[in-house]
DNA sequence: AAAGTCCTATGAAAATTCTCATCGTGGACG
DNA sequence: CGTCCACGATGAGAATTTTCATAGGACTTT
């Protein structure tokens, strides 16, 4: 789950980011609208938290051009100004939500939480795929009413093939989104994870299986679901 | 030691950026010139790898900005074009190197290491101080004809103090430069690895040792120079 | 169909990093 | 000079992640 992050104060950047990954979200930093806009250009964010007033592009700015170019990643947007006026106007070009400054960090997580669910099939804090449930505050994995715990890798690969729903997951995007697109991890590290997860489904004794397709990468399976395949 | 990369390019990018990393550098990316140009003013770099070509500025026009800001990271210029022409007019404008893609990585590291060496104290491939060496290639720190490996974390530090020389380091910078500007790390986390530093310095017998300094942060100190604080 | 090659799985171990709890100490302040 | 407090040090342990070696399977080529 990566959020990006569009503010030309520093410091409220480096804490809300500190924020976001106590709580098990990855996060990218832009400091200007240019730059931000560029990253949310590249669609691979599940979250957007975005400044009004930034130097280069405003986010108003910001938000038109995504929306021109259908990416609808949810954004909530930031303001040092509460006015209303402002906050309509924010919501009408497509903002999702909206956050004053200065603001609590259980708001806003309590916020990003919102457009999360909103978009995805989240209930809760927790995400579902077949007798499954994962959840996010203590990356545990649910399952016949026993509990295990992920490691964080762990978890990040689950959430994003739970989130892929139906669809293949190539192990370059794993890489890309949970190690960092500059990293110099080895794919072996993601067959390393997912040979943990299987191990663990199996302690669950869960009907979900992770299905490998050769050179492709990998796929969620509903092992209980009938075969129809709809 | 932390590099910036600025290219177009988004595979070389990734390419050079792994090699780096496995080689033991830190890495940043940029993808067009003016966001290149932004990181790179905040002079916390130690080589630039940039290429002509790039959009919004160019690889020269980073070079002057970044001249007429004082800032005097080395820069190793990158380009497709491998004319005598370009190539002049890249080292006339403050360039300190110049490779032509596409090149070896062999070559590129051989060439961030001269950078290095040109406006660092190293020699060869390690980094002295006192009786310490260190070594980049293993990640190891050599004294009195002994050899102990250290963890990724604690060569960063240990680096950093050396290149430091005889300045305070403080701790918000090497969380920076060694965790990223956008982590959740604590400073107990700098405390426990310079913990580790100094139990190696130990068994080394070295007579450098890393001195603290309460509120500000550490300093390098070699306890066999005579006295005299010149 | 046999051989060869590439991709994937996985056990086992190692390495690294982080967390936590506790202890010590410098220095401010009365 | 004594007390208190925030900052730093460090041991111990846990958790996580990575590395390595090897084995199995799938796909291609001949």
């Known amino acids: 789950m990566k959020i ?19 709580n098990n979200y990855n996060t990218d930093c832009a400091y200007d609208g240019e730059d931000g806009l560029d990253k949310a250009l590249s669609n691979i964010y599940d979250v957007i938290i975005l400044d009004i007033m930034l130097p280069k592009r405003n986010g108003y700015e910001i938000i038109r051009e995504l929306r021109d170019n259908r990416i609808s990643t949810p954004v909530l947007m930031l303001s040092a100004k509460s006015q209303t006026y402002d906050k309509i106007y924010g919501l009408n070009l497509g903002a999702d939500d909206y956050l004053a400054k200065p603001f609590e ?35 545990s994995l649910l399952c016949n009413g026993q509990e295990i715990a992920l490691g964080k890798k762990e978890f990040q690969i689950m959430e994003m093939l739970i989130l892929n729903g139906g669809k293949a997951l190539n192990k370059e995007r794993l890489i ?16 390393v994870h997912v040979s943990f997860l299987r191990k663990k489904l199996n302690l669950l004794s869960s009907g979900v299986n992770i299905r490998s397709l050769r050179g492709i990468g990998y796929i ?11």
């Open 105 to 139: 960090s259980e708001e806003l997580l309590a916020r990003i939480k919102a457009l999360l669910r909103r978009k995805n099939e989240f209930v809760g804090d927790t995400l579902s795929f077949g007798d499954l449930k994962l959840n996010r505050d203590n990356c």
């Open 4 to 22: 990006l992050i569009v503010d030309d104060e520093v410091q409220l950047v480096k804490a809300v980011s500190a924020i976001l990954k106590k």
């Open 220 to 230: 969620l399976e509903d092992g209980n679901a009938k075969g129809g395949k709809n």
């Open 176 to 191: 890309e989104k949970i190690w960092g697109f500059d990293t110099d991890a080895e794919y072996n590290a993601i067959e």
